[in-house]
């Protein structure tokens, strides 16, 4: 077997951000979100998790930051969004305050 017929895995973004469920809300009102899913880049992933939070009933999103995840992740909280990501879908984890 050569390296190309290693099938890879696909690229699991996270997009970390704060959402409101009202235009115009206050900052307080804000839920910490990190979606979790796959995409061709990261314009994608953000056009993805927009789409996906807007279809959710959020209002407005303020995404901050995004990234690669390096592997499935050890803590509980996300492993059955990784998995979610990789089944392809947009895979979204609120925290609240």
Same mark, same amino acid.
């Given at each position: 077997?050569?390296?190309? @017929?290693?099938?890879?895995?696909? =690229?699991?973004? $996270?997009v $970390?951000?704060?959402?409101w469920?009202? %235009?115009? #809300?206050?900052?307080?009102d /804000?839920?910490? $979100?990190?979606a979790?899913? *796959?995409?061709?880049?990261e314009?994608? /992933?953000?056009?993805? *998790?927009l789409?996906?939070?807007? *279809? !959710? +009933?959020? /209002?407005? #999103? @303020?995404?901050d930051q $995004? +990234? =690669?995840?390096? +592997? %499935?992740?050890?803590?509980?909280?996300? %492993?059955?969004?990784? !998995?979610? /990501?990789? #089944? +392809?879908? =947009?895979?979204?984890?609120?925290?609240?305050a």
């Amino acid at each position: 077997m050569n390296d190309n @017929d290693v099938e890879m895995e696909p =690229v699991v973004y $996270i997009v $970390i951000g704060r959402v409101w469920e009202k %235009e115009n #809300a206050s900052p307080d009102d /804000a839920v910490t $979100i990190h979606a979790l899913l *796959t995409a061709a880049d990261e314009d994608d /992933a953000v056009r993805k *998790t927009l789409e996906s939070l807007s *279809t !959710q +009933g959020f /209002a407005e #999103a @303020d995404l901050d930051q $995004i +990234g =690669v995840m390096d +592997g %499935e992740p050890d803590d509980a909280v996300y %492993e059955g969004a990784y !998995q979610d /990501a990789l #089944a +392809g879908n =947009v895979a979204i984890v609120t925290f609240s305050a």
